[in-house]
């Protein structure tokens, strides 16, 4: 007899957006194959009059509660009532804190949202996500070379989610299909800056991720997109390219985006 998964509740409060505190619950929640957390975001939790409107929700759904509150007075309303309804409750940021404070020999400012200040920092990533978008699907190629990273690959190969996930990173990222047949635009062989790196996947991933992608389309494609010795020649030739002119090759068939970028930042020449 198959296992049920168990729920329980998960709170995550935070003073911010909550993108950190949501990456962080999941993450452990992950850990847990046979539970699956009900997910209860509140982002911008500030003071008396919001933290009592988020007690009350915690009440009526008793679980987990996780916080990245930074105003001690506000952290601790959560932490003691959390403890008079014995429920759970963790700061997830404050031991972080301690231990830098500790380290640095310095206090924290305790600036809510800092990491979201807009500073030089921000502006890069607006600006990588702006340069990757227009240089999305082979676009714009004759200012290729002012590209950070140059993703190619064939189809199915999760070229575009890789190149918005590196510029999230303020990582600059074009990417250009390989396409079994076609030249590769000229500017791509006379770049100097980018790193160039090419995604490929196994057969029998790319046919599935595009019998997947025919499945749910209503746009007709031809019976070669999903033709497996077609995907074969496909990759054959995209390798052909990659040793003619020494660029990198990345298996992405069995790695998240994040694993994948992770890879790819790893590729690239360290600044000094």
């Known amino acids: 007899m198959e296992n049920k998964k168990k729920f329980f509740h998960l709170h995550?409060?935070?003073?911010?957006?909550?993108?950190?505190?949501?990456?962080?619950?999941?993450?452990a929640a992950s850990q847990f194959a046979d539970c699956l957390a009900v997910e209860h975001v509140y982002p911008l939790v500030r003071n008396r009059k919001q933290v009592s409107d988020v007690l009350a929700q915690i009440d009526a759904a008793p679980g987990i509660v996780l916080h990245t509150v930074i105003d001690h007075e506000v952290a601790d309303l959560i932490d003691e009532a959390c403890r008079s309804m014995g429920v759970p409750c963790v700061s997830v940021i404050e031991p972080v804190l301690q231990i830098f404070q500790s380290y640095l020999g310095a206090p924290t400012r305790r600036r809510v949202g800092a990491q979201h200040?807009?500073?030089?920092?921000?502006?890069?990533?607006?600006?990588?996500?702006?340069?990757?978008?227009?240089?999305?699907?082979?676009?714009?190629?004759?200012?290729?070379?002012?590209?950070?990273?140059?993703?190619?690959?064939?189809?199915?190969?999760?070229?575009?989610p890789t190149a918005i996930y590196l510029a999230n990173r303020g990582i600059k990222t074009a990417n250009v299909p390989v396409v079994y047949g076609i030249p590769l635009p000229?500017?791509?062989?006379?770049?100097?800056?980018?790193?160039?790196v090419?995604?490929?996947?196994?057969?029998?991933?790319?046919?599935?991720?595009?019998?997947n992608r025919v499945l749910g389309s209503t746009v007709g494609y031809q019976e070669t997109y999903t033709d497996r010795s077609m995907i074969s020649e496909e990759l054959k030739y995209a390798k052909q390219l990659c040793a003619r002119h020494n660029w990198p090759l990345l298996d992405v068939s069995r790695k998240?985006?994040?694993?994948?970028?992770?890879?790819?930042?790893?590729?690239?020449?360290?600044?000094?």
């Open 198 to 211: 090419c995604l490929i996947a196994t057969i029998d991933h790319i046919s599935q991720v595009r019998q």
């Open 256 to 272: 998240s985006i994040e694993e994948t970028a992770a890879a790819i930042l790893a590729l690239r020449p360290k600044v000094r």
């Open 117 to 160: 200040e807009l500073n030089a920092g921000y502006f890069a990533r607006i600006d990588a996500l702006n340069f990757t978008m227009d240089h999305d699907d082979g676009q714009l190629p004759n200012d290729i070379d002012e590209a950070d990273v140059i993703l190619l690959g064939i189809s199915r190969t999760s070229k575009t």
């Open 186 to 196: 000229e500017k791509l062989f006379t770049a100097t800056k980018p790193l160039i």
């Open 12 to 27: 995550l409060i935070s003073d911010s957006t909550g993108e950190t505190l949501i990456a962080a619950g999941r993450a």
